[in-house]
């Protein structure tokens, strides 16, 4: 399918264009360079809680099915999934799987081709009813997605589990049918089910309509949750053998995303994700609100499609760009009125603040300097003309930027990359795609761009998202990039179980992706959760999991 754009050709900024100046302090490095933090919930000793209380979330609906493992469940519960349902992993501040000794006292890799794990259960482990959790849950969880008939998620490689057997009451082994080094960010993404409910393919696809307390396990147990229900609610769980839940209870009310706003103003909710300007004028005028702020997994990209035939093809013309822009400036603009300076994003695998993450940017002496830039661009042949803008052999240096018309965050960044870059006398015009055009793929696959700024939401390991992105042939390889030697890294990446390694393997993927430059990273959205002040333990969390056992009011 030809997809057709709109061409919006935005006048140069002539005045910009003709500056030939040498570079001042202010055409140098970035107006911010500190990043939000990883992890903002107020975290607080237990000691410094009180116990008691109730909080009060909201989410858009609760969906047809509460199964954890169905493609079709509502993403928005699994949070507070993990207060009723028994994870065997949560990840830290760094976003690394760490088990979760509740419900699992061990985890050990005995074979890396096929990947074999053997993991132990805390004997302490009980169901809702009181039943011990088993190996027989665990095994028949593991094996569920495995089996003809069952509809089950795909974003996890669930499907490559070869067996899962019980050794004993306590005692799993794992056996996958090749290399998976990321096993325990799929434990940590999904919780572990009772055997019942497992059973067979119709109770597993149609018989989750409601969550009874009897297949619920956690410092909070489900009170008999039904998918059809307008509110659902968790009690603190009367046996539980960890730590005890501060909260008395957790509730869960279905309201729309443009009502949460006065939801959280009128008191009916004690929390509120920020996702717009409203939004954050509505929350911050409330009465003993803090916002906590942390940044987000979505990292924003601005992304070159090597195989145009426009100047965005010359590696000098890229390396311009990346030190011309004022990333920081160019995610500030574009998300206004929300208290919020953005910090450049120096690396193309890792996010700030997450175990691996290295500014190799700085390392390969990728920094903001129009000076440089403008000399990169002499060297390579672009010259100077009258009007400010430049030319190599008649060929006037002019790239198309595609942006999503309607989307505010996209066109205030166009806008701002476009006038940043005349500075050095890069003409822009701007594109516009349809938000459709953009969700479905469609604009990314035609490849009818030369620069685009794409957002990446990492869910997971940030492995498999690296090679589905950079691998030659990958379909979501949208720069249309290809280097053997990366190739042949991702590849030793797959079959690396120790983490220092796969870091280290990366981190030198990475160093060559700011020397090629098929894309620059710009920054890291913001997440921002209103919250009342003396709430502890939720807030903005980042990679990280909510300890929920952990989560109070201060004193």
Request: overall charge neutral.
């Amino acid at each position: 399918m030809t997809l057709k754009l709109r061409s919006l050709l935005a006048l140069p900024l002539v005045a910009s264009l003709l500056a030939t100046g040498c570079t001042s302090a202010a055409d140098q490095g970035e107006t911010n360079t500190t990043p939000l933090p990883a992890v903002d919930v107020n975290a607080r000793d237990r000691d410094a809680l009180q116990t008691g209380g109730e909080l009060r979330l909201a989410v858009t609906a609760f969906g047809a099915t509460l199964n954890p493992l169905a493609p079709n469940r509502n993403t928005e519960l699994d949070e507070v999934r993990q207060a009723v349902l028994p994870f065997l992993f949560r990840s830290d501040n760094a976003g690394l799987p760490q088990p979760n000794n509740a419900f699992l006292e061990s985890a050990s890799e005995t074979t890396d081709n096929p990947t074999t794990v053997t993991l132990k259960l805390n004997p302490n482990a009980k169901w809702g009813d009181g039943a011990q959790l088993s190996a027989n849950d665990v095994a028949a969880t593991l094996q569920a997605c495995t089996q003809s008939g069952y509809s089950c998620r795909t974003d996890l490689p669930l499907n490559k589990v070869a067996s899962a057997k019980a050794a004993s009451a306590t005692e799993v082994t794992l056996t996958f049918s090749d290399t998976q080094p990321d096993w325990r960010r799929m434990l940590a993404e999904i919780p572990m089910l009772r055997q019942d409910s497992v059973k067979d393919a119709a109770t597993f696809n149609t018989g989750w309509t409601t969550l009874p307390k009897a297949w619920s396990a956690g410092p909070f147990v489900a009170d008999d949750w039904a998918a059809s229900a307008s509110s659902l609610s968790a009690s603190a769980n009367p046996i539980w053998w960890g730590q005890k839940p501060l909260l008395t209870r957790l509730g869960v009310r279905k309201v729309e995303a443009e009502n949460r706003a006065s939801a959280y103003q009128r008191f009916q909710i004690d929390a509120l994700r920020i996702a717009s300007r409203d939004a954050y004028a509505t929350a911050t005028k409330v009465p003993d609100t803090v916002v906590r702020r942390a940044t987000s997994t979505t990292s924003r990209s601005l992304l070159f499609n090597l195989q145009s035939t426009s100047p965005g093809s010359d590696p000098a013309v890229r390396s311009a760009i990346a030190r011309t822009l004022d990333r920081s400036q160019v995610g500030t603009v574009a998300n206004p009125d929300l208290g919020f300076t953005a910090a450049p994003l120096n690396s193309n695998v890792f996010l700030n603040g997450q175990s691996g993450y290295v500014d190799n940017a700085a390392a390969q002496k990728i920094e903001r300097n129009l000076d440089t830039a403008r000399k990169a661009l002499e060297d390579a042949g672009w010259k100077r003309q009258g009007d400010g803008a430049r030319a190599k052999d008649g060929r006037r240096l002019e790239l198309r930027l595609t942006r999503v018309s309607g989307n505010q965050v996209s066109e205030l960044e166009a806008n701002e990359i476009q006038r940043q870059l005349s500075a050095v006398g890069i003409v822009v015009t701007i594109d516009d795609v349809t938000a459709a055009q953009y969700n479905d793929g469609s604009a990314l696959s035609a490849g009818q761009y030369d620069m685009i700024v794409v957002a990446r939401t990492q869910t997971g390991s940030p492995y498999a998202d690296l090679t589905q992105t950079w691998h030659t042939d990958a379909k979501q390889n949208y720069a249309r990039f290809s280097n053997p030697e990366i190739d042949a890294l991702l590849d030793r990446i797959a079959t690396t179980s120790e983490q220092n390694q796969r870091e280290q393997l990366a981190n030198q993927i990475d160093q060559q992706l700011w020397t090629i430059l098929p894309q620059i990273p710009l920054y890291q959205t913001p997440e921002l959760t209103a919250t009342k002040s003396r709430l502890s333990g939720y807030g903005s969390r980042g990679l990280a999991d909510i300890v929920w056992e952990n989560v109070g009011t201060m004193k």
